[in-house]
């Protein structure tokens, strides 16, 4: 096991509210949230960024795409539309190097770089 945050709730070492799980995606609920729904989308397997994403790895990321459909369509805090955002490097403020999709639903939300 490596010493990766999300690696480790995902293996249940460290716990978390779980959504959605199934055998490649893993989606828990953010410590922090900004939104009424705040859920982390995680892959299973390790990749630590978007720029570590290649045609070997790639699949699970529309997987990913595919259960956010499914989440979006299952809770009616959805229905007026959401947001997913993954953030990559220092600039965009990447703070645990397993990449993630936050999904935030439940508020109208703003849009701006600050
Ligand atoms: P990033 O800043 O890398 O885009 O997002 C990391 C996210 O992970 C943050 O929104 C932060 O609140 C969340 N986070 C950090 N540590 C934990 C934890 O131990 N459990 C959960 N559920 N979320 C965490
Ligand atoms: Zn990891």
């Avoid at 799980?21 to 009424?36: C, Y």
């Avoid at 645990?96 to 770089?113: D, P």
Wanted: some cysteine; charged content about 20%.
């Amino acid at each position: 096991m490596n010493d990766c945050l999300f690696c480790k709730i995902i293996a249940g070492e460290i716990p978390s509210t779980k959504i959605y799980e199934d055998d490649k995606v893993f989606v828990f609920a953010d410590i922090n949230p900004i939104a009424p729904i705040h859920w982390l989308v995680i892959p299973k397997q390790h990749i630590a960024k978007i720029t570590d994403v290649n045609e070997d790895n790639s699949a699970v990321i529309s997987h990913i795409y595919e259960v956010i459909a499914k989440l979006a369509a299952e809770h009616d805090e959805f229905k007026d539309g959401f947001r997913v955002i993954s953030n990559c490097g220092e600039n965009a403020g990447q703070t645990v190097f397993h990449i993630h999709f936050h999904v935030l639903a439940g508020a109208k939300f703003g849009w701006s770089v600050d």
